[in-house]
């Protein structure tokens, strides 16, 4: 986080539930008081270029002050203006100036009849024209007496008549002019007014915010265009069809004033945080809004609104990842945004090209923030191994573990840990043995006496329903019962499944046998996985072996419902086989492993040793104890190596056991190197306890057979026999009688033919006979 440098931004790599956005929030929470809050952000009205407003930076708490100054001004001006253009002294001196226009008109007209009636003439004036009118005995001459004159006269008149209409139209040209005097000095009589009205109010706000380069260039552009458009603001109401559209062109000016604060850190004590858990496009980086006037869709700079990243700026920004890349356009845009180091608000619908509304282009907001992503490990090899620019980006990552050691630090930190989490949460809290209960559920989640789990998702389920437990049992504080009772019924709402596949296995539809011996079949077992929710299954294994060279043949490899993994471990066998058993002949085998009553897939190596067990008991032919269950995976040398799932597979034999009747002579054989793992149910220990059911851990297969068998699995002695009456010593004495008995079948394959004849001319007499 220290680091400024660009593309060193933070990838919390880690399962679900190991709190990685809890800690990432600490963190940051704790390394953002040391830091000072970043600017405010707005945007105001480009007078030059209206569709491109103008973004501006101020320190944190500026933007607001100057909105609220700015409105505060702008709304004085305006109410001032009215007050000033309704004053006596400005309609004095308007008057005076429109007195002036009526006298110098008044006077040119008395002038011009003057010279009208030197002439004859009189000047006669209507609403929309002036006229010449000849006189006759002092009395206008109407138009029949005009053609009634002589020729003579009337061109006389007619003379008369262009001279006094070319006076006229230098006496209207002179009105003009004034007119036009008198408006132009109305106008500025106007300008200085509202001017006079403006200056102290734009004077205090150009003193308050001179520091502001931005500001001050912004303060003249709307005193400008304020006073040549004051007109808008000054006009009387009026109650005409009109006049609404005169109130939105108002209203549509005085936007141009206002200043749009899209980022507030007036409030802010250092850099923030921001966790945004829905980034879509315009939650993100923001969006553009529009209103509809007369059915046509409007904008301008006040309908720009921010995203989290700008709310970010300056500070650190929480995303997670599955929520950023599933929408690839965000993604892009956040990778454009780190890279350009810019922040740009557009509407997704304008990037892609889909929308021909008139938009605008606001101006790009420097980007100065570090992203912490959150997620999952495989997302981080997809993105580094087919996204480039993510390598330059996220320079910086961190994983999670699942667990931790166990040591006294770690239990009283989680002892802490569900302290916090009955306060935050207003719980009962837990007494000393509920605590303890809690940490050893979080060993089994970890699979290991010596670890705790940090899926601390699943641990606050646990308390929060212990917690309700407590409150049914109306206990002062949750105790060990309650932990139990929530950890039992969290267990019971999702056995549906392993309920009704041990009900098949009481019914017998399922067949598992956990009494007597049987050659050549042995109980395995298996951990199913649904969601959260794993559970132990025993399955039955049968070998079947005969002579033959066809080796070791697995039936679920052969229809294709073996795994890899599966099919790796039942070839291990052969390599047992071979070593143990064919140094000094070769291994002439065939043998067939399968797993009753399966019907789907399989895999894992789990089940090689209780395959091997199998296989070698037919070999022998002898029988093995069927109340006896193994796991663990063996390798060619016959070592057994650990499992997953332990405890699962332990408990689901146990309970087929419990539930057919326990004998003491039940138990299951599970790998040494897995005896850290145990964390097994109460009810299972107490069986043990009392030796109803045992629970053998062995390193390799001689202990598993003695075990099985009750026979000494046998050494190989000095004479390279095995030890006599020993398990490997019926195996090895089996696979010698086979080898010697196809080796004479190849040396005299004639005797064979024969007696095959003779046995089949036996048989026709018989049934002659």
């Known amino acids: 986080m220290d680091i ?141 007496e005009f053609m009634s004159l002589p020729e003579e006269e009337r061109i006389e008149i007619m003379k008369k008549s262009a001279i006094i209409q070319e006076k006229l139209n230098q006496a209207f040209r002179h009105f003009k002019e004034l007119e036009k005097s008198i408006k132009v000095k109305v106008k500025k009589l106007e300008n200085e007014t509202v001017r006079a009205v403006m200056a102290p109010i734009f004077a205090d706000l150009f003193e308050k915010y001179r520091l502001f380069k931005d500001l001050v260039e912004q303060i003249e552009a709307i005193q400008e265009d304020l006073l040549a458009n004051y007109e808008a603001f000054v006009q009387p109401e009026e109650n005409s069809p009109l006049s609404l559209f005169r109130r939105i062109e108002q209203r549509n000016s005085l936007r141009r004033y206002q200043v749009n604060l899209i980022v507030d850190n007036s409030e802010l004590k250092h850099a923030p945080v921001i966790f945004e858990s829905n980034p879509t496009y315009a939650n993100l980086f923001g969006q553009i809004e529009y209103e509809g006037e007369f059915g046509i869709l409007a904008t301008d700079f006040s309908k720009i609104k921010a995203g989290a990243i700008h709310r970010a700026n300056g500070g650190y920004l929480i995303l997670r990842v599955y929520d950023v890349v599933k929408n690839y356009y965000v993604w892009d845009a956040l990778k454009r945004s780190l890279i350009n180091q810019e922040i740009v608000v557009e509407n997704l619908s304008r990037m892609l090209g889909i929308s021909n509304t008139e938009t605008l282009q606001p101006q790009p907001i420097p980007a100065k923030l570090k992203v912490v992503l959150i997620g999952e490990p495989l997302y981080y090899y997809l993105l580094y191994n087919w996204d480039e620019e993510f ?52 060993s089994r989640l970890a699979e290991d006496q010596n670890k705790i789990s940090t ?88 070998a079947k072996t005969f002579m ?49 009553q399966s019907y789907q897939g399989i895999e894992g190596d789990s089940a090689s040793s209780a ?19 193994v796991t663990g995976s063996v390798n060619q040398n016959g070592e057994i190596q650990p499992v997953g799932g332990i405890n699962q597979k332990i408990e689901g034999f146990f309970r087929i056991c419990q539930m057919k009747g326990l004998d003491g002579e039940q138990g299951v054989i599970i790998p040494r190197k897995n005896l850290s793992q145990l964390m097994l149910e109460e009810e299972l220990l107490e069986a043990v306890k009392k030796r109803q059911f045992s629970i053998w851990a062995i390193e390799d297969i001689d202990e598993g057979l003695e075990i099985l068998t009750g026979k000494p699995a046998g050494k190989r002695e000095e004479n390279g026999r095995f030890s006599p009456d020993s398990v490997h010593a019926l195996v090895d004495q089996r696979l010698k009688e086979w080898s010697s ?26 049934s002659y006979g």
């Open 611 to 629: 395959e091997l067990f199998a296989l070698l008991s037919s070999l022998a032919d002898l029988p093995i104890k069927q109340g006896i269950a």
């Open 455 to 542: 899926m601390l998702n699943k641990v606050v389920e646990i308390v929060i329903e212990a917690d309700c437990w407590a409150n049914y049992a109306r206990a002062e504080l949750v105790g060990l019962a309650h932990v139990k009772k929530a950890i039992m019924e969290k267990k019971y709402r999702s056995s549906l499944l392993e309920n009704k596949i041990q009900d098949m296995m009481a019914e017998e539809s399922l067949i598992i046998n956990v009494q007597g011996k049987r050659v050549g079949e042995l109980n395995g077992l298996a951990v199913y996985e649904i969601g959260d929710y794993s559970f132990g299954k025993p399955v039955r294994i049968t």
């Open 4 to 144: 400024k440098k660009q593309g060193y931004n933070v990838y919390l790599a880690g399962a679900m539930g190991t709190g990685k956005t809890t800690l990432a929030w600490e963190i940051l929470e704790d390394k953002a008081k040391k830091e000072s809050p970043p600017p405010d952000c707005c945007y105001v009205h480009n007078f030059k270029n209206p569709d491109c407003p103008q973004a501006i930076l101020l320190p944190a708490g500026v933007g607001s002050s100057f909105k609220k100054d700015l409105e505060a001004g702008i709304d004085r001006a305006i109410k001032t203006l009215l007050k000033s253009f309704e004053s006596e002294e400005y309609e004095y001196e308007k008057n005076a100036l429109l007195s002036f226009f009526v006298d110098e008109t008044n006077r040119m007209y008395m002038q011009l009849d003057e010279e009208a009636h030197s002439y004859g003439f009189t000047i006669s004036r209507n609403q929309n024209s002036i006229n010449s009118v000849p006189l006759q005995n002092g009395e206008p001459l109407s138009q029949e």
């Open 548 to 596: 033959g060279e066809k080796g070791l043949v697995n039936i679920e490899r052969e229809i294709r419902m073996s795994g890899n993994i599966h099919s790796k471990g039942v070839l291990t066998l052969s390599g047992y086989l071979g070593a143990q058993y064919a140094r000094e002949k070769p291994l002439t085998l065939s043998a067939s492993l399968t797993f009753e």
């Open 391 to 442: 390598r330059r980006l996220f320079r910086i990552r961190a994983d999670f573990d699942i667990e931790v050691e166990k040591s006294r630090k770690r239990i009283r930190e989680y002892a802490r840990f569900i302290s916090s989490i009955c306060r935050q949460e207003g719980l009962k809290h837990f007494d000393p043995q509920a605590v303890a209960a809690v940490v050893d559920y979080a």
């Open 741 to 766: 008995k196809k080796r004479r079948d190849i040396a005299f394959p004639d005797r064979v033919i024969n007696a095959d004849r003779h046995r089949q001319k036996s048989k026709r007499r018989k």
